[in-house]
């Protein structure tokens, strides 16, 4: 009995074994000759698939912080790619090249240094801000989106080359504001001004005339700005200014008259449009037969009737007064035949009051003498 026990304990062993090694060899053959594996395969090793490969379903690859999956290939996806993570970033360590028109929602950062360069091929349009934190340069148009197409900055906007502004362009908003223009400015229709314009070199028009042309009144130097139209107001000079050109045109308001440089002399001005000339030190009528001088009058007595018309003023209790130098010795009025003060003397008035002529004396009325009467001389 025990010998019984004995070979058939053997016996069993044997058999298990055996079936253990068969089996084995079936898995093998049957899992080398299988396309598909309908359980869950599990390793804690390297799985290597040699081939194509079709992972029907939600596949999930794990990330460890020591571990991570890296592609030889060229990776399609014809749904979704995003990462499990909370923030859901996609982040690459090359070149991210997007063929067709793709949306980037939320913040968006293009560059992580200064010296990165942004480079829009084709045309950038935004609704919204858009913000450079360093130099933007455009080769094309640059505009907003915008009904109005406005262009907005709020630092300094610096435009090298030929730039051209079209329609209603406004410089500054502010009344203390320095709108600067360091080459030639020129215009072919108004230019206007709020406040004041200071012009270093030339200001013209560029017509062929290259008149300038005031609609309002001209203000030279510092004076009060002047509003009455056609005018001109000089600031005021009180003496002769020195190192001028010829030609040179100021204000005296120690004398209140306009001074003209002729290049070696100060003159009051006068023109022949007004009748007077200058010479040297003296004041003239231009053309002793047209012209005529009256004083205290705006009637004159007329072409051929009289060179010099003298009045009183409109005042009838005012005489028409000639006053003479205080303590003077000469004659208070001289009435001449002849081009000198030498004479000869026809009627004259001495310092005393004395009234002497050279001829009969002849009265339309009564003659009162207050005085003796005694014979006239002519001459002084």
């Excluded at 001495?350 to 009564?366: I, N, R, V, Y």
Aim: aromatic share 6%; with cysteine.
């Amino acid at each position: 009995m025990q010998r019984f026990l004995s070979n058939g304990k053997g016996d069993m062993m044997r058999s298990v074994a055996l079936s253990l090694i068969f089996s084995t060899l079936f898995i093998g053959i049957s899992v080398g000759a299988a396309t598909t594996i309908s359980t869950s395969i599990t390793t804690d090793g390297t799985l290597s698939v040699t081939g194509a490969s079709t992972l029907t379903g939600l596949t999930t690859m794990v990330y460890a912080s020591s571990t991570g999956q890296s592609l030889t290939g060229n990776l399609t996806v014809g749904g979704r790619a995003t990462t499990t993570g909370s923030s859901g970033n996609i982040e690459t360590a090359g070149t991210l090249t997007a063929v067709g028109a793709s949306t980037l929602n939320g913040a968006v950062t293009l560059g992580d240094a200064a010296g990165d360069a942004i480079i829009v091929t084709g045309n950038a349009s935004t609704t919204n801000s858009f913000e450079v934190g360093n130099d933007l340069y455009v080769n094309g148009y640059a505009t907003t989106t915008g009904s109005n197409g406005d262009f907005a900055t709020r630092g300094t906007l610096t435009i090298t080359g030929a730039s051209v502004l079209n329609g209603a362009v406004t410089l500054g908003d502010a009344a203390g504001d320095a709108i600067i223009v360091t080459g030639n400015a020129s215009t072919t229709n108004s230019f206007e001004v709020g406040n004041d314009l200071y012009v270093n070199g030339m200001s013209t028009t560029t017509g062929s005339s290259g008149n300038v042309e005031l609609r309002g009144g001209l203000t030279v130097g510092n004076a009060t700005a002047n509003s009455l139209a056609g005018t001109i107001l000089f600031s005021a000079q009180t003496s002769d200014p020195t190192g001028v050109t010829q030609g040179t045109v100021y204000y005296n308001s120690t004398s209140k008259v306009l001074r003209l440089f002729d290049g070696t002399d100060w003159f009051t001005t006068g023109t022949t449009s007004s009748g007077l000339l200058l010479s040297t030190n003296r004041i003239q009528l231009d053309n002793l037969a047209l012209r005529h001088l009256a004083l205290g009058t705006t009637t004159q007595q007329g072409i051929g009737k009289s060179l010099v018309t003298l009045e009183a003023t409109t005042t009838a209790s005012i005489p028409l007064s000639i006053v003479g130098f205080s303590g003077q010795t000469g004659h208070l009025l001289d009435v001449l035949n002849g081009t000198n003060v030498a004479g000869p003397k026809l009627l004259f008035i001495d310092s005393s009051g004395g009234l002497f002529g050279s001829s009969t004396a002849a009265f339309g009325s009564t003659l009162t003498v207050g005085g003796r009467s005694r014979r006239c001389r002519t001459s002084s």
